[in-house]
Each structure stands twice: as C-alpha cells, then as structure tokens.
C-alpha cells in the first residue's frame, strides 16, 4: 500500500521546472530512496511534499490525504516528519530537550494544560524521546549541547529529533552530508533497523553507496525529471544513472573497460577441454 504517492508534481521556479512530472510512490513498511547528482531537484522535491515550497501543478497524497490545501505543520500532524540540511538544532538546548520539543504535539488545549503542570513533561513523551536515543546509540550525549557536538553526532540528533515525532514517515534530507564513511555506514544501520521497527522511511541522498547498501527500492533524479527506478540491483547497472552521476563519456569509458576486463579474463581461462583434459590425447 502506498503511504506517499506524487502524480505528476511539478515545481517551477519562474521558467525553471525544479521538478518536472515527477511520480514517486513509498510504500507502507518500506526504505525507498531518492539519489541524484548536486542540483538534480531533491531538496526541492522534500520541500514540495512537506510543504515548504509551493506546487505549480500535480498532487502529493500521503495516507489517504491529498496535502495541497495542508499547511507544513498540518502535514507534520499526519505523520510526515523531515529532517534538514542546515542541522537547524537548537543550541541553547541539551540534546534531550531538542527532541523533547519534537515530540510535544500541541492541542488546542494545551496552553491551559501547560499552566497546570509548569516544568512537566509527559511520560509518552519522555518514552518517544528515550526511544530515539537509544535507536540511534546516542543516549550518552542526551544532556550535552549541539554546540559541543561533533557534525556526525549532531546529523545524528537531527536524525533522532525527527524519530521522536513518532512519524509515520520519516523524510530525510541528505543525512549522510558531511559523515564520514564509517558514519555513513553506521547511520545505514539505523535506517533499517527504523523500518523493522515500523516506520517507513524515504532517504534523499547524493551518497550512492549508501542508498544502494540499504534501500529497498530507489528513483534517480536528474534535472527534475526520473531517470530511472528500480531495486538496487536494477540502478547499479542503468546507463543512463552511470552517465548522469559519472557523465556520458565517463560511463562509456567505464563500460569499454569493464568489457576489456571481461575479455581478458575470458582469455585467461583455461578451455574445458583444458581442464577436463584431451580425451582424444
């Protein structure tokens, strides 16, 4: 069942089409994820479904809503959650605190609560944010501030800080931006373990190695349009991913070597009758 699906959303920027008819969907229980080289239209893309920018034509539908008339927090209040690449963390808070305000989803009657119970924090709250440390292996920085982070500590608290809005999908913009590939790697652990444990997940990133390691099916974004989707398996070997991330005359001279090196190889093996031995001999 598809959790997000886009029919046709395009995005336009005076005469640039940022994203032109994109379709897309992420499925329920799923890690589908989004590459593309820089200026490809991914950021906008998130933007466009979270409602951070505005769409020219097209519709996003997220469980059964179709958000246009939604404003970002309405769509947050479903269950879409997002991170940032700007690491927008704040730092006059600890870490906990950080998450503590991502997880509080405000009622209309909240205010008056809030003047009943100063300075309390609900349990539900305090479990989600408890959650999201541990899931992430981040529980001994908890009450340090961003600030005394390292960038790898702090992607992963902006990761964490979206987890804590207990999404039903988690959007994820470039997370993997700045890590090294230890980090990278570690953060591939998390997302799966994300969709075991129950919420789905849609990473956009330029790392392909990490998008092809650890998602279930991927889309390729080149100059706003798809180029391509398929399985990991499936991208990997499309020409027209290899000329987009590596250009056409660097694909084509990749694909010349790989058959060089098929051939020989194919040269240094020994025929069958070599190995068998010459029964006639």
């Not at 959650?131 to 529980?139: N, P, Y």
């Not at 230890?182 to 075991?196: C, D, I, T």
Request: net charge negative.
């Amino acid at each position: 069942m598809a959790l997000l699906r886009t029919i046709d959303l395009t995005v336009r920027y005076g005469g640039l089409a940022a994203n032109a008819d994109v379709n897309l969907e992420v499925n329920e229980g799923s890690l589908v994820g989004l590459i593309g080289p820089n200026g490809a239209g991914k950021t906008t893309f998130i933007d466009a479904i979270t409602g951070f920018t505005s769409v020219s034509s097209g519709r996003v539908e997220f469980d059964g809503h179709d958000l246009a008339a939604l404003s970002p927090d309405r769509r947050a209040h479903l269950g879409l959650s997002r991170t940032f690449q700007s690491l927008e963390l704040f730092d006059d808070l600890t870490v906990r605190e950080n998450l503590l305000v991502a997880a509080e989803r405000p009622k209309w009657y909240s205010f008056a609560l809030d003047l009943l119970r100063t300075g309390r924090t609900s349990k539900e709250n305090i479990a989600q944010v408890d959650a999201a440390l541990a899931v992430l292996g981040i529980e001994g920085i908890s009450e340090r501030l961003p600030s005394d982070l390292s960038h790898g500590q702090r992607k992963l608290v902006g990761v964490a800080r979206a987890l804590a809005a207990r999404p039903k999908l988690l959007l994820l913009d470039e997370p993997a931006a700045g890590l090294d590939t230890a980090e990278s790697q570690l953060l591939g652990g998390h997302l799966r373990g994300f969709v075991e444990g129950g919420t789905s997940v849609f990473l956009i990133d330029h790392d392909m190695g990490l998008v092809l390691n650890v998602c279930d099916y991927i889309y390729v974004l080149d100059f706003g349009e798809i180029i391509a989707h398929g399985t990991s398996a499936e991208i990997r070997k499309d020409p027209a991913v290899i000329a987009a991330y590596l250009g056409q005359s660097a694909g084509e001279a990749q694909a010349r070597a790989g058959a060089s090196l098929a051939a020989n190889r194919d040269s240094a093996v020994p025929s069958t009758d070599a190995l068998n031995g010459d029964s006639n001999g």
